[in-house]
């Protein structure tokens, strides 16, 4: 039978009054500035861009920390878009991409940094071998501070003694699609690692206020941010049969900036507070306008309470069935879609980090896994991602798929991963390296002179002096700059200047025969 599946978080909430006490059993606050890379390393060749490495140091919970990191890949797509969504207009936004770091804690074996600069908030996540720390901006949870804008904690500090009780999923949240099949295919094992499942990300416009502080940027950057993370979770798992490294990226981004009006009586944006999961669900994959059928999965962020206690649902997925990631839907509704609020029951904001949770567990359905049962659970305090209550992600088994899940995801991914999965993308903006489709890369320089964050020239530049040899405060060299000296270099070739016409250094010429040279 074809299903959907509703998540009932058992989450740490937050009482009435807000009190942070009540979801952290301690956390620690920290600024902006804490938040400082130096850099520890510079090389550059002549005809190539330059590449850092940068360090951090920061204390947390009594311990000195020293974090190496580099410029990574983001979670957006070489084609990424994202689009602003009211009453009247539907049109593209660009945004200024966050900047993403990874590296490692400089003398810990195992252990994982990630850090995401957007604007002037962090999100950061790092791992080592006995804990795992998270940290976010504070202002979701405590009174605004010149002392403060960050919080720390140690997963293994989420509070345990507020857990809801909550009910099982409803048996009416479950129907049969009729005469609808996915067409199955399988590939060789040594193509399908590697492989990304393209998402397309919506923000109702309660998210965009209660998360976004009706900002476009901060709504889209948040998202991307927590996709980040998911992103990780699977990429460190298994899926057996060739489908290692399986992530996501982000393809799309649709933020309503306000209620949405007169498109119905369930439009998923509409303003409206005694929705049901199902019938959420339901209307996010009836908007013909957001054509889901594009993507691998559709994802919708939400701020929505739910007096239930259910912090998400998604179709799930079944080898040969209707439902989940490339699903083609039935009808009028598309079934490779999901949703995960950022608000519990009592109308208070989750933490970042079991918000992660949520989506993660919810794209596992997708995916095709269906909740653990007891007998998945090797130790009963120390549940997996996709038991039937959300996990706390206080111990290490919570951000971790159990043999169960993966045995459920293979069967979906060998039956069609092969053409709903696709080749990520390569290039990044952001890591010092002009690439296709960049105009120019200066990393996390933000007030470059000649360039944009976003890879692009600013006005009146025509070249970058970071990336190019011929290149001077943003435009082109004159052709009395030497670009590469062969004055000590006894290969026969003559010196290089710029042309004046180009940013590139051109290649050298030989010197005149009965030149004091020794390879010719």
């Known amino acids: 039978m074809f ?41 550059k060749r002549q005809t190539e861009s330059p590449t850092f490495s940068q360090k951090l140091n920061i204390r947390l919970f ?76 504070s202002w979701k949870f405590l009174p605004l501070s010149s002392n403060y804008s960050l919080i720390a904690y140690r997963t293994s500090q989420l509070s345990s003694t507020d857990r809801l009780k909550c009910g099982f999923v409803d048996p009416n949240l479950a129907e049969e699609p009729k005469n609808q099949h996915v067409q199955t295919h399988r590939a060789k094992r040594n193509t399908i690692a590697n492989r990304v499942c393209k998402l397309l990300l919506v923000a109702d416009y309660k998210y965009f206020v209660e998360v976004g502080k009706k900002s476009f940027s901060e709504t889209v950057n948040n998202m991307i941010s927590k996709i980040t993370e998911v992103d990780a979770i699977y990429r460190a798992t298994d899926f057996r049969n060739g489908y290692k490294n399986i992530g996501f990226e982000i393809q799309t981004v649709v933020v309503h900036d306000e209620f949405t009006k007169n498109s119905g009586e369930n439009h998923y944006n509409k303003d409206k507070s005694n929705w049901t999961a199902k019938e959420l669900l339901r209307a996010f994959g009836s908007d013909k306008s957001l054509k889901h059928e594009n993507y691998c999965a559709a994802h919708l962020f939400t701020a929505t309470k739910f007096s239930d206690g259910i912090q998400g649902v998604a179709w799930i997925a079944k080898s040969g069935a ?179 016409k180009s940013p590139e250094c051109p290649d050298p010429k030989f010197e005149v025969d009965g030149s004091s040279c020794i390879d010719r």
């Open 322 to 500: 209707v439902g989940g990631i490339c699903a083609p839907g039935s009808g009028s509704t598309k079934y490779n879609t999901g949703w995960s609020t950022a608000i519990d029951k009592y109308g208070n904001r989750i933490l970042t980090f079991e918000s992660i949770l949520v989506a993660a567990h919810e794209l596992g359905h997708n995916f095709g896994s269906q909740h653990d049962p007891p007998s998945c659970a090797t130790d009963k305090n120390n549940l997996f991602l996709m038991y039937t209550y959300a996990v706390s992600g206080k111990q290490s088994n919570n951000q971790k798929f159990s043999q169960c899940s993966i045995d459920h995801i293979s069967k979906v991914l060998n039956s069609r991963g092969s053409s709903c999965l696709k080749e990520p993308s390569t290039s990044f903006c952001g890591n010092y390296k002009k690439e296709d489709g960049e105009d120019c890369d200066v990393g996390n320089v933000a007030d470059d002179k000649c360039c944009t964050t976003n890879c692009k020239f600013k006005t009146n530049a025509v070249c970058s002096d970071r990336n190019s040899p011929c290149c001077f405060e943003c435009t082109y060299a004159n052709s009395s700059v030497k670009c590469l000296d062969q004055s000590n270099v006894l290969n026969c070739k003559k010196n290089s200047f710029c042309t004046g």
């Open 62 to 137: 009594g311990k000195n920390l020293q974090l190496h990191v580099n410029p990574e890949k983001n979670v957006m797509s070489k084609d990424f878009q994202s689009f602003v969504k009211s009453t009247k207009h539907f049109e593209e936004k660009y945004i200024e991409h966050p900047k993403f770091y990874k590296g490692y804690v400089k003398g810990l074996k195992k252990s994982t940094v990630r850090i995401h600069f957007i604007a002037n908030d962090v999100f950061a996540a790092i791992d080592l071998p006995e804990e795992h720390i998270f940290i976010e901006p």
């Open 3 to 43: 299903k959907i599946f509703a998540i009932i978080m058992l989450i740490n909430n937050l009482n009435c009054r807000g009190e942070i006490g009540r979801v952290l059993k301690y956390y620690e606050t920290l600024t902006r500035n804490d938040f400082t890379l130096e850099k520890i390393s510079r090389t």
